[in-house]
């Protein structure tokens, strides 16, 4: 199994829902991501976690949440979103944070939209 | 700190035409560099990488990118573009010493094909 999963592919959400995005590996990535892509723009790194802890939160509100429950799952808990927040929502993964086998694999995204 | 530069936003080819996307780095180091590719409303996909080594990297779907030091460039390019490859194309780097994985995103270039 050579790819990241990410469910759902679509999530529409009010201001006030609470939500979750999962991603899901099992290529025995000891690294996960979480990237934020607005339209024409590139990704953004919102979150990594290495070794299943948090490492870097690259300054993201708290509305954002994320949670790694094991090695090949991590979890983005979503509350009190606001409609700039609608974006598509990549997870990544990497044998490892850093050094040589640090290649990312990308899921397909979940397309976030915020009512 | 480092940076990635693409040389323009939209390229437009003919059909079996050369495809040539430019992308320049700004490092003290030599990093590594990665392309990827995104059709619309989906992740991104490695085409190919330069860590160490050959400077000449071939990657899936007939693309191909040559790391030159002395011009801090790593361009992208196909002899034959094929309408498949509409796309958006993004070059990557990320530092030695891992910076934590974290990639540095080009802009992108969308890569429009004529037939």
């Known amino acids: 199994d050579t790819e990241v999963t990410q469910t759902p592919k679509h999530l529409v959400m009010g201001m006030t829902n609470k939500k979750s995005l999962k991603c899901e590996q099992h290529?025995?990535?000891?690294?996960m991501y979480w990237y934020k892509q607005k339209a024409k723009k590139p990704p953004e790194l919102m979150f990594v976690?290495?070794?299943?802890?948090?490492?870097i939160n690259e300054s993201v509100p708290s509305r954002f949440s994320p949670e790694c429950p094991n090695s090949s799952l991590l979890n983005l808990h979503l509350h009190a979103l606001q409609p700039e927040d609608s974006a598509l929502y990549l997870c990544?993964?990497?044998?490892?944070?850093?050094?040589?086998?640090?290649?990312?694999?990308f899921g397909p995204g979940t397309r976030l939209t915020v009512l | 700190a480092q940076s990635v530069t693409q040389l323009g936003s939209h390229v437009s080819v003919s059909e079996g035409a050369l495809v040539l996307l430019r992308c320049n780095y700004s490092?003290?180091?030599?990093?590594?560099l990665f392309w990827y590719v995104q059709y619309p409303n989906q992740g991104l996909q490695l085409l190919l990488k330069y860590t160490t080594g050959a400077t000449l990297v071939k990657g899936i779907n007939g693309f191909e990118a040559e790391f030159k030091k002395s011009e801090t460039s790593f361009h992208l390019t196909k002899p034959s573009a094929h309408m498949s490859d509409a796309a958006e194309y993004f070059c990557a780097g990320m530092n030695y010493g891992g910076s934590q994985g974290n990639l540095i995103f080009g802009k992108g270039t969308k890569l429009s094909v004529k037939p």
């Open positions: 990544a993964s990497s044998p490892v944070a850093s050094g040589d086998y640090n290649e990312q694999f």
């Open positions: 490092s003290s180091v030599p990093p590594y």
């Open positions: 976690y290495s070794y299943e802890k948090l490492s």
């Open positions: 290529m025995g990535h000891r690294a």
